[in-house]
């Protein structure tokens, strides 16, 4: 059998691709996985959910307003703890999601330029900051990083192909994506832009629009079900957040602000990990983009779209009144990274030289900054094992779990491991106070990083796995 040099070529490059994300993002990972209030909760509704053969009509509840998200986080969630059954199973399926979403870019690379293609997409995605430092966290916001380059992938697809399904696909991605945090809303942005490269063909146009609808419904259809329950009482309060209660939030930004500050330091944050080097990023795209129209060089349609698709979350943005926390502009992950491997590989097309020095300042930048996070900022789940070890060599048996006030941020992820081992009975009780945001009680038994724990009795709120699932509920009463 004859050697096919470029195809074993090929699969070198997949493997250097797929062992670079795996290793950016599972390496020191007992120190990285993010183990705090929100993480521990969606742990439990997960396991409560399995061992008590309840599918959660609802996801987490929205800190910005009176409404949730919907439940297929929490469907992935129950998933990974089936899969992978260990304390810190969601969250390693999670780590593997994203490796998954490197492949997804590599894809695109190869499918738009072929093998170089592969090789550029897949290793900027790779070691792009803004991915390597949410791989290791378990919230509905950093699943949207998934979700948003499944549907440019699907997206691709369709312009390739224009098969019926991969429009119902990308308008299921798009669904999804906004089911799992709404500040993927825009991904409505990347549909229109899809319908709008048609040349003009409204019979075309008007089979993509329906059949990436029916995709949104197939998304949708856990909530579409509650609000038939329940007299649209979920539609009403996301309705009522986006007429009044979204006016509680104002944060002015500028035309200008938006243009030289907010979208540059965007990507340099997400690629590199250094806000200024957006700046170049972009400067380079200007440059880039005078040469193809001097040169009259041809530009995909696949990146029509993203350009109409960046115009409107342009336009988005400068009217969104809320605040902007790294953890909402996740969802610009996927147009940032395939933007600006997009750069890197149309300069390589132009000078070789030029192409690879730009990849690897990237390529060393990143490498840099995601080695000095990974160990300059450690999570604070290793706190919380300390501590339950601790607690461990003091008591045995089962806890039950008291927390003064809304002391979460160390009560529920004690609480979680407890849950996790079937230890939460009526053995042993627990106090938990978190002294970062109280003044807490002396006479603890346990003292770290100001997360206090007692052993005598107080008046205190106790935390069990059906009241943590009732949260799910919190903004429309009790099931």
């Known amino acids: 059998m004859e050697l096919n040099y470029r195809q074993v070529n090929k699969k070198y490059w997949w493997l250097l691709i797929i062992l670079t994300a795996i290793f950016w993002r599972f390496w020191e990972f007992g120190n990285r996985w993010v183990l705090n209030q929100d993480q521990a909760r969606d742990a439990v509704i997960g396991l409560y959910s399995i061992r008590n053969g309840a599918w959660p009509e609802l996801g987490s509840p929205s800190s910005a307003g009176p409404f949730n998200f919907g439940p297929w986080y929490d469907y992935i969630i129950m998933f990974w703890e089936i ?87 990308t308008g299921m991605a798009v669904g999804l994506s906004i089911n799992f945090h709404f500040q993927a809303m825009g991904g409505l942005g990347w549909l229109l832009a899809l319908v709008l490269v048609n040349k003009f063909d409204l019979i075309k146009r008007f089979k993509w629009a329906l059949e990436m609808f029916l995709g949104l419904v197939i998304a949708f259809w856990p909530l579409l079900v509650f609000d038939i329950k329940r007299n649209g009482v979920w539609i009403k309060s996301v309705i009522e957040y986006y007429t009044i209660g979204v006016n509680r939030f104002y944060t002015p930004v500028r035309w200008l602000t938006e243009i030289k500050d907010f979208w540059p330091q965007l990507f340099g944050a997400v690629i590199t990990g250094v806000n200024n080097h957006g700046y170049i990023i972009l400067s380079l795209a200007m440059i880039l983009l005078f040469i193809m129209l001097i040169k009259k060089i041809k530009i995909d349609k696949f990146w029509m779209v993203m350009g109409v698709m960046f115009f409107i979350q342009i336009l ?103 849950y996790f081992e079937n230890r939460i009975g009526d053995q042993n009780k627990l106090w938990v106070c978190d002294g970062n945001r109280y003044e807490c009680p002396q006479g603890e038994i346990i003292l770290k990083n100001k997360y206090r724990i007692y052993e005598t009795d107080q008046k205190w709120d106790e935390i069990t796995a059906e009241n943590v699932y009732d949260r799910l509920m919190v903004n429309y009463g009790k099931k």
């Not at 992978?84 to 695109?108: C, D, E, H, L, R």
């Not at 509905?140 to 119902?168: D, H, P, R, Y």
């Not at 789940?381 to 339950?388: G, L, R, T, W």
């Not at 008591?395 to 491991?417: N, T, W």
Request: hydrophobic fraction near 50%; aromatic fraction near 14%.
């Open 316 to 418: 988005l943005m400068r009217n969104y009144k809320g605040v902007r926390s790294r953890e909402y502009m996740i969802t610009f992950h996927s147009m940032i990274i395939l933007i600006t491997s997009w750069i890197t590989m149309e300069f390589y097309k132009l000078n070789k030289y030029v192409g690879l020095l730009i990849l690897g300042g990237i390529l060393l930048i990143a490498s840099i900054n995601n080695w000095r996070n990974i160990y300059k900022y450690p999570s604070q789940a290793k706190d919380v094992e300390e501590i339950k070890k601790q607690l461990d060599e003091k008591i045995e048996g089962k806890v039950r779990v008291f927390q003064y006030r809304q002391s979460d941020m160390i009560a529920l992820p004690l609480f979680y491991l407890y």
């Open 83 to 169: 899969i992978i059954p260990t304390i810190m199973g969601p969250w390693i399926g999670f780590g593997i999601m994203s490796v998954f979403s490197v492949i997804m870019y590599a894809k695109i690379g190869q499918l738009l330029y072929g093998k170089k293609g592969l090789v550029f997409f897949g290793l900027v995605a790779g070691m792009a900051v803004g991915q390597v430092e949410n791989s290791p966290d378990m919230l509905n916001t950093v699943i949207v990083g998934v979700s948003g380059i499944s549907a440019m992938w699907c997206g691709l697809k369709l312009i390739k192909t224009e098969k019926w399904w991969w429009a119902t696909l």
